[in-house]
């Protein structure tokens, strides 16, 4: 190649080099302004929605301010709002944005074609639906893009249905243990949940991934009654279900769970005797420290430390124990008392309880143990 074609092509790459990187500038500064005028903008419309609050405009400002912003500062707006106005009054401001051209921008969305404009929907009906709006929102709810599907979860915190609920229990199903939290926190934070829904599953499981995540449920709500719905699980062939009953019963101080974890503690499989070991923790049974404390000699090494911190948190019985401990009878069982009697309070709050490892998660292999 000649000199010549070669100092074209080092120009050319020259040129290109500095296109990018004013290409690059460029886009920064564009992104920048953007953001400093969705910020102004989102501002302007806060104080809108304040005069309009206290009745300080025509009662037109603020959908005016609305209809004259973008889509995703409105959404973003009402999402700040939302931590401010509340109860009555944050009613009575979204019921004037449903005559707005936004609002008609939102249910148009809702059935387009592309999933993104859906998704942005759902951001925003999370927040202004109305019993109403139900149709779309279970269109919304079974939508065949994930992210729209899980966004729309949230309205459970604004409206009860049964059918939104029964399909929320769908998602977190079919969803992978990460995710399934979402559809989860959302269903034990919801307002008015219709329990019997939950107590009618839990009675007739379609299968063991449905019975663990119910199981998982109910152990977020820790509502009393649900007990007698756990209970009757716990003889179940499934290992991961035994796991999950174990963990659940952690959450409800009970003479009935007490018993049931006591027996568990004695599972052929490790990971719910270990369960098991930490849910007595969370309990607090004072009279289980003699058999944590024989727990302390169990093959696994998750055993031997779920019991070894359930005994510390059951204060003087339990710390007797650990203090029993010898290394002649068992080297192991004395090096987790000794280790565990080392941790101060804070670790002892953060390392424990029922639901700080899902026993699920680790490998089904010896080598776990």
Aim: proline share 5%.
């Amino acid at each position: 190649m000649s000199l010549v074609a070669l100092g074209l092509l080092a120009i050319g790459q020259a040129v290109f080099i500095a296109l990018l990187l004013v290409t690059l500038m460029l886009g920064r500064a564009f992104r920048a302004w953007h953001r400093e005028r969705a910020r102004r903008d989102s501002d302007d419309l806060i104080r809108a929605a304040h005069r309009w609050l206290v009745r300080e405009d025509d009662g037109h400002g603020f959908p005016d301010a609305v209809d004259a912003s973008e889509f995703g500062v409105v959404v973003e707006t009402l999402q700040r709002l939302s931590s401010q106005v509340a109860g009555d009054r944050w009613e009575f401001l979204l019921s004037d944005l449903r005559d707005t051209s936004w609002f008609r921008g939102v249910m148009a969305r809702a059935t387009s074609s592309f999933w993104w404009r859906r998704l942005a929907a759902a951001n925003a009906l999370v927040i202004v639906a109305v019993p109403e709006d139900l149709p779309a929102l279970e269109l919304l709810i079974t939508d065949p893009n994930r992210m729209v599907r899980l966004a729309t979860v949230g309205v459970l915190r604004r409206l009860q249905s049964a059918r939104l609920v029964e399909h929320t229990l769908e998602i977190a199903e079919t969803s992978r243990s990460v995710a399934r939290r979402c559809p989860l926190e959302v269903l034990a934070t919801a307002p008015g949940l219709d329990l019997r829904i939950l107590s009618e599953r839990l009675t007739s499981p379609r299968g063991p991934v449905e019975l663990r995540m119910l199981l998982d449920l109910v152990g977020e709500l820790a509502v009393p009654g649900f007990l007698d719905y756990v209970l009757p699980h716990a003889g179940s062939s499934d290992l991961e279900v035994r796991i999950a009953v174990a963990r659940t019963l952690g959450h409800f101080p009970h003479p009935s769970s007490n018993a049931a974890l006591l027996s568990f503690l004695a599972d052929p499989d490790w990971q719910v005797r270990a369960q098991a070991a930490a849910g007595i923790g969370a309990i607090g049974d004072r009279d289980a420290a003699a058999v944590l404390g024989a727990a302390l000699r169990d093959p696994s090494w998750w055993v031997r430390l779920r019991a070894a911190l359930s005994l510390r948190r059951l204060g003087e019985p339990g710390l007797r124990a650990l203090r029993g401990a010898q290394a002649e009878d068992d080297r192991y069982a004395y090096e987790m008392a000794q280790y565990v009697l080392g941790l101060d309070d804070a670790a002892i709050a953060e390392y424990s309880g029922p639901s700080v490892v899902d026993f699920t998660e680790v490998a089904l292999t010896p080598l776990a143990a």
